[in-house]
Every structure is written in structure tokens, then in C-alpha cells.
């Protein structure tokens, strides 16, 4: 997962590896505190598509306990963006299209 306090700043220096990021969103996760979730839009649909193959399941944040789950959740067919989530699948895809982090399938 996403440990609490990780910045926006770490997520844009990974991901920005994959592509051009246009957007990063990130909350703590309300049913778990010290996790949390984020959504990078990227301004095209390689950018998050590759983002999600290089780091899903292999992808250590600092302070991280267990890789990070990457999946691309989307993609904004009216303006070619695409985006990936991190951590927790918790919501459909938005319109712009995003790519979120998977449920864990962890007991930890």
C-alpha cells in the first residue's frame, strides 16, 4: 500500500518515469489510516498503461510494508487521457480515465 505521509512529490517522481503525469490525487484511506490511496492521470494511455505493467506488485514507496497493487482503471476516451490507481480498488472508473492501486490480497 501507500504508507500515510507519503507526498504527492514521491508519487510524481515514480510515475513520471511512464509518461507525462497530468494529475496526482491522493487521501488517506478511511478505512485504514495509515494506508493510502492515489490516482495518477497521465496525458495518454501508454504513459499509464506502462506505469501499470512496471510497477504492479513490484513497486516498494518509502515506509511501504508490501509492494504496491497497480491497475489502470481507465481511460478518457473524449481527451486521450488514461490513468492508474494505487492501493485500493474502491471506485469506478473515472471519466477522465485513471489507473488505481488493487486490493491486496495480504492478511497483514
Do not use: C, H, W
Not at 490507481?85 to 469506478?92: M, Q, S, T
Amino acid at each position: 500500500g501507500i504508507p500515510a505521509g507519503t507526498t504527492e512529490q514521491v508519487l510524481s517522481d515514480e510515475f513520471q518515469k511512464y509518461g507525462s503525469v497530468t494529475d496526482i490525487f491522493l487521501k488517506v484511506d478511511v478505512a485504514n489510516p495509515t494506508t493510502m490511496t492515489a490516482f495518477i492521470t497521465y496525458i495518454d494511455q501508454a504513459g499509464a498503461a506502462l506505469a501499470a505493467a512496471y510497477t504492479n506488485e513490484a513497486l516498494m514507496l518509502p515506509g511501504a510494508l508490501r509492494p504496491a497493487s497497480v491497475v489502470l482503471v481507465g481511460t478518457g476516451e473524449e481527451d486521450g487521457t488514461a490513468a492508474a490507481g494505487i492501493d485500493r480498488l474502491e471506485a469506478p472508473m473515472a471519466p477522465s480515465g485513471q489507473l488505481q492501486q488493487a486490493p491486496s490480497n495480504s492478511t497483514t
